[in-house]
């Protein structure tokens, strides 16, 4: 726990140098897993509650409760638990920064996976179940309908992030690596619109209001940060 502290106290100190940032990601990712006792166990509780969204699909499935249209049920469940884990992961950075507690990070890598993991059932749903593996009606899709594109949009972002994930990497992009994963504003943004468009044309905007405010708020607040550091480093 205190080499956790330490750790998130140093690297916050460099954090408006990107150098020493990319040098600070790039050193974690060498460094052996350390920290607080609580961390693995609670990993695991993470890892194993994360397939609840498909534990329940799986199980209506298998008990006739998927209701009249199961391919629309699929879709919008894995859909709103992909929006659900990218949120999960834009909030790691900041609860690090508001509680000091540096273990949080270890966290995210695999929050993102799972916010991939979802939105590739999502998309195979569509592209299996909805499309049947047409993929010149998918193009058409994509071309034709502005929810349907900017979600592909976002989903092509997040298999660069995923395929990116991995420690080694992290080391081999160096800088090039913090760049590329700052596309998850992107894709963050994307998946409000994606929701937004289609619940548009079905003139029920509650939902997508709720999680437009929470990805205003998150990323706000990377806003907020970015711009008082680059205050602080300006010439006076
Ligand atoms: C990061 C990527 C994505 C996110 C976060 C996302 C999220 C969502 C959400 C939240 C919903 C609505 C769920 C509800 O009604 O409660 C939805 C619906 C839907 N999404 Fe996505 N989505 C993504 C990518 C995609 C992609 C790549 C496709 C297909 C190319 C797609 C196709 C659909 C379809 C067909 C629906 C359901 C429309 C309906 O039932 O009328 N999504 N998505």
Known sequence: M?????SVTHSERNASRPQARVAASTAAARRPAVGARWVVPAKIAVFIAAWYPLARIVLFGVTDRLGANPIEFITRSTG???LVFLCITLAVTPLRRLTGVAAFMRFRRMLGLYAFFYAT???TTYLWF???FDVAEIVKD????PFITVGFAAFVLLIALAATSPRAMVRKLGRR???LHRAIYVIGTLAILHFWWMKAGKHDLILPKIYGAIMVALLGWRLMVWLRERRKLKPH
């Not at 205190?2 to 330490?6: F, K």
């Open 177 to 179: 690596w913090q760049s």
């Open 80 to 82: 709103l638990w992909t």
């Open 121 to 123: 059932l999502h998309f």
């Open 130 to 132: 909805d499309k049947w």
């Open 142 to 145: 994509i071309g034709k309908r």
């Open 2 to 6: 205190a080499s956790d502290t330490q």
